[in-house]
């Protein structure tokens, strides 16, 4: 039997509803969702909502765990956007690194408070600390990001009232810690489920009542805490550098899962590449490097699951992107949107991904929108990388 769910998925390609399926057909499923962005991934495909009960799946998580977008508003006006583009972009290139293994040398390394938790006490992450003070305050590769803004409030958000400003936004997760601790306690997952087919041993899970179903809630939970210290320090070195001060700011994460109570059921609730929306609850929602990003409020949909999607999708893959749009000076080609690129892969084209526009209509009984922001300096990986996510 197939656990009950609904699908709001736009022009999914690959195997996005077969994987679906495959989720919903555990026999630890209780209730699934897909959002408006949905495309393949591991396992549960990306926009995959899954609630099951007493149990964890670590590829229904994701291999970035807690990736999460983080926003703040700024106090410099707008037009510093133009004014003041020099020390913006000196700014994002020499405060932050990107790219598979970036890293700070060990004199240049961030100090925060997550660093001194009790890593050494558990069993997997005891010998990965030192890796993850290396890549704290970095982002990692694929569609990872920072950019400067424009942001038009339309209404009052985080106690900021409508109008234009500049802000800063960032994407990013656990780094590589996060994706060894995903790989890791997976194959431990699919060593416990032996009677799984192979088509859905990605969907292996860990009982949360067994040893090492605890172990990895544990990691998961310090990978979250991780990666909010990752974009805090993205975030706080930037506006050292240019002397700015933050107005408000707006967090959320994906990639991760949640305890909640849904139809007075206790669930753990799986959001891969989904965000949560709770009713009043503030998130952020991008399209690409060249369109429209929101900020929204949640609605709290039950048959979301209290979710919504954490982008605008993508519409090809990274592989079908070179493919289709080899030849296109990217850099250029956003010069005349009045959007200065620094750095990305030829896979992150706007081209690559769904029309933003679409899955918020899509999504308009699961969002309300406060917010609406256009990129207008981006800084991403260098082509040629091998995304974490």
Known sequence: ?????????????????????????????????????????????????????????????????????????????????????????????KTTRFGIGAAFARHERCQHPVMDENWHEHPFLRHLQNKAWEQLGTSGTGNHFV?????????????????????????SGSRGVGAEVANHYSRLAQKLRPE??????NLAWLDLQH????????????????SAANHELIHKRILTFIGALPLAAVQNHHNFAWRETHDKQSLIVH??????????????????????GFVVEGLGLPLALHSCSHGAGRAMSRKQAHKNLKGLNLRHHLAEMG???????????????????????????????????????????????????
């Not at 799984?196 to 041993?201: A, D, F, G, I, Y």
């Not at 952020?284 to 369109?291: K, L, N, R, W, Y």
């Open 196 to 201: 799984l087919p192979q088509h859905v041993k």
């Open 211 to 226: 040893q090492t179903g605890q172990e990895y809630w544990q990691a998961m939970q310090l990978m979250g805490r991780y």
């Open 271 to 292: 959001r891969k590449g989904a965000t949560p929306a709770h009713a009043g609850q503030l998130g952020v929602v991008p399209g690409s490097m060249a369109t429209k």
């Open 339 to 389: 959007i200065e690129l620094l750095s990305a892969g030829l896979d992150e084209a706007p081209a690559a991904y769904k029309d933003i526009a679409k899955v918020m209509d899509a999504q308009k009984d699961m969002v309300r929108i406060k917010a609406s922001f256009i990129p207008r300096i981006v800084k991403m990986a260098p082509g040629n990388e091998r995304p974490e996510d």
């Open 1 to 93: 039997m197939l656990a009950p769910a609904h699908s709001w998925a736009l022009e999914a390609q690959g195997h996005t509803y077969e994987q679906f399926e495959q989720a919903r057909s555990l026999p630890v499923a209780v209730r699934a969702a897909l959002m408006p962005d949905a495309h393949p991934g591991y396992g549960l495909p990306i926009g995959g909502v899954l609630a099951v009960q007493n149990a964890v799946i670590p590829y229904a998580v994701g291999v970035d765990i807690a990736c999460r977008m983080h926003l703040t508003v700024l106090d410099w006006p707008v037009r510093a956007l133009q004014e003041r583009k020099a020390i913006l972009i000196s700014a994002l290139q």
């Open 147 to 171: 950019e400067f803004v424009e942001l038009k409030i339309k209404d009052t958000m985080a106690a900021v009232p409508p109008g234009v400003y500049m802000a800063l936004l960032s994407h």
